[in-house]
């Protein structure tokens, strides 16, 4: 059998992520490709860490994407400052939650659990308490903005927490990076992780990652080595920076870099807050439509995720024919739910470049249709 | 200060990789983005799988590509097969033998080491001496192709060796898929791993593997987790295979596996064998003329790999002035020496799309022109 080239549709993607992406980013992704040692691509490198930098809202030299999605981002946090015999506390209130707590086991650390109810914000003072048990953690770990719930927990509080007792924070940031306000610097947090496809709008396979002075303090203190050479971030920082020569660690995913980068340029020209803003926007007009539809939110208001809305399935639909009708017909993606939450609920995602007036009402008037 | 879109010129890339990559293989990248559990997707995965299966020739069930570059499949084949306390024979030839090491390493493993020149080809009297040794090692690990040296080794002597004696094979094709011949069913190899980059032409950022059954048994019969959770074959094969519903992991690089399908779809329409011996074509083409430039071979005829030509650089030149004068005046990249033979080398990469007789008359007539 011989098989063909793939012609994917044009899909107009609401879930969880990937995200729509620009055709700007789409062109600079198929733009030719350069060695990864080339001193334009070095360049274009730096220019990439000073965009990261300001997505971030961190003044931190290591900040750089580490070559894999997400989830890797999320171990190359965890394999680099998690020692054997560590502490952790971890807070769980949805998937990603408990994939850290994975991530600090297979590390060698102790995960200490903080649980919340999916669809709430990790909680402030249940964390204060574990930590005043706990006198001995190390680090506090939590998500900030909960893919698998819509949830957003408040992340410059649980920082200060961390820091007024000498812990080290570890923070998922991958649905909240260029979504909702995210300060690395101001809030004090230490190694923070996003994913690309995301509120960045990039195509999916790489993780931006920050690590602050604290958090390479403590690398660099470490009496045992990393487990992973992958992720092994002292090897990684040769070849992100250093004045003179870059060396060779792994080949960088040229194009995909170019295509981070270009989201960046994107990001950076309609500005943060503006794009912050317009992530609020869109979701209030999604919410009203929503809402008028009959729908409910599974987050409430305070805490809830502009550019994850998840909410409930009415009874008695069948809620995998209706995805599939949306995306039969429409060329419409939107998301199942996930973990507890899956056949209960939907997740719209307004990410990005997603995040688009003509989204938001082909989304509405397509449920509508779908229920009438 | 406001940055650009970064505009790479048209490079031609006879580095050791990324290599030269088709303008299909571009076009396919810059597809547009659909889910990664779109329905589309999955079968485009599954047809991804076929052609995996093909260019390794290899009827294993487990055959996908890692969402991460060449180092990672690499971690991924040692993080998964080795436990803590198994002991790995190593060859090492050059600078991925060594990688190998810190990776068995890093898995709690024993590496015992057998040492050859760089430049020649894995000694298989050596290796069975060592087995003859350690009666007690369970997995030989070896590079096929030694990218650093562009030495070519016996994989399937080697791989027969192992079985003799009941042991796994891990074996580093990153170099040698698509470029020659690599057989992994008719040589009984067991975790296989590639790079998308090189002989496949395609974008880099991916990791082709396979796992053979008895690889699976191996992992299957492990009594102590694997420690990475991203690297977690187990966890990875939920989405990558299964006939009802695929099972979330990460989210899968959905346009750099558009290219990988695009890339090994073209090699499928041109056929393994006449890729080989277009590598050796090109190989003998390039070697007839710097021959007649005088330049001499690190690596004897007989184990000279084709795809990466490793040559000595005349004495009282500026290396790197050299290739950055290629560089600029030509578009043309060639490599410079990697650890021991930095600076006393170039790497002259013909891999993949790179392979065509346009490249090498350029490059000879560029490196001629340099030193007339």
Chains 1, 2 share one sequence.
Not at 21 to 39: C, F, K, M, Y
Not at 166 to 175: E, H, N, Q, S, Y
Not at 275 to 288: F, N, S, T
Not at 339 to 347: E, P, Q, S
Request: aromatic share 8%.
């Amino acid at each position: 059998m011989t098989i063909q080239s793939f012609i994917p549709p044009r899909r107009i993607l609401m879930g969880p992520g990937p995200s729509d992406i620009s055709p700007q980013v789409l062109q600079a992704l198929s733009r030719p490709t350069v060695g990864h040692l080339d001193p334009l691509f070095i360049s274009m490198m730096d220019e990439l860490k000073q965009l990261l930098k300001y997505a971030f809202q961190t003044e931190n030299e290591f900040t750089i994407a580490v070559s894999a999605p997400g989830s890797a981002g999320m171990e190359a946090c965890f394999v680099n400052l998690v020692e054997p015999g560590d502490k952790v506390i971890v807070c769980r209130n949805g998937v990603f939650g408990e994939r850290m707590r994975e991530n600090v086991i297979r590390a060698g650390g102790v995960a200490v659990l903080v649980d919340d109810e999916w669809g709430k914000p990790v909680s402030t003072a249940k964390v204060e308490q574990a930590i005043k048990e706990n006198p001995d953690a190390k680090i506090l770990a939590f998500v900030h903005a909960e893919t698998s719930t819509g949830a957003l927990s408040d992340a410059q509080a649980l920082g200060q927490l961390a820091k007024q007792h000498g812990m080290l924070t570890i923070v998922d940031a991958v649905t909240s990076l260029g979504g909702v306000p995210l300060k690395v610097d101001e809030w004090q947090l230490d190694a923070v992780y996003a994913g690309s496809q995301k509120c960045l709008s990039c195509v999916p396979g790489l993780a931006p990652v920050t690590f602050s002075p604290s958090a390479i303090e403590k690398i660099q203190a470490r009496t045992t080595p990393i487990q992973s050479w992958f992720l092994d971030q002292s090897l990684v920082l040769g070849y992100w920076s250093g004045e003179g020569k870059r060396s060779y660690h792994h080949t960088a995913p040229v194009n995909s870099l170019y295509a981070l980068h270009e989201s960046l340029v994107l990001l950076q020209n309609e500005g943060l807050e503006n794009a912050w803003q317009r992530h609020q926007r869109m979701h209030e007009k999604l919410r009203d439509g929503l809402e008028k539809l009959g729908f409910e939110f599974v987050v409430e208001m305070p805490y809830r995720l502009p550019q994850l809305n998840a909410i409930y399935i009415p009874q008695g639909i069948d809620e995998a024919q209706v995805r599939a009708h949306l995306l039969e017909t429409y060329n419409l993606e939107i998301g199942a739910g996930l973990g507890v939450l899956a056949g209960k609920t939907w997740r719209i995602g307004l990410m990005g470049y997603g995040a688009r007036a003509e989204n938001v009402s082909l989304c509405l008037k397509a449920l509508e249709d779908a229920f009438v």
